[in-house]
């Protein structure tokens, strides 16, 4: 499975971003999506999880009210919708993709492809 994140770029403090990622295989539709960043010094953290239809989404506590994910299956893609960004949502972000599983993901570790990341510059 391969897996194209895009869509970061460099935004001011309040702006928006909507980062993509489009997966490879026609059964992305069977595949736990999950977003993690990773900023500089920092471990990669979890950011939002999202399951195979979409009808359940689930945030980290710094960007729940701000960040929202969807998915279009018939597009093998999932979206992150980032508002009232923040400097300190700076970082490189990564779509993730779990292919087995019957509940949301929060670790790096329960994921099996991942992304090349996508940077998101965020200025005061």
């Known amino acids: 499975v391969q897996l194209q994140a895009s869509g970061g770029g460099l935004v001011q403090a309040g702006g928006s971003l909507r980062l993509s990622c489009a997966a490879s295989e026609r059964t992305f539709s069977t595949y736990y999506m999950g977003w993690f960043r990773q900023a500089p010094g920092k471990e990669r953290e979890f950011v939002a999880a999202i399951t195979r239809t979409g009808s359940t989404t689930y945030y980290a506590d710094s960007v729940k009210g701000r960040f929202t994910s969807s998915r279009d299956n018939a597009k093998n893609t999932v979206y992150l919708q980032m508002n009232s960004l923040k400097p300190e949502d700076t970082a490189v972000y990564y779509c993730?993709?779990?292919?087995?599983?019957?509940?949301?993901?929060?670790?790096?570790?329960?994921?099996?492809?991942w992304g090349q990341g996508t940077q998101v510059t965020v200025s005061s």
């Open positions: 993730a993709a779990r292919v087995a599983g019957s509940r949301l993901f929060v670790k790096a570790s329960e994921y099996d492809y």
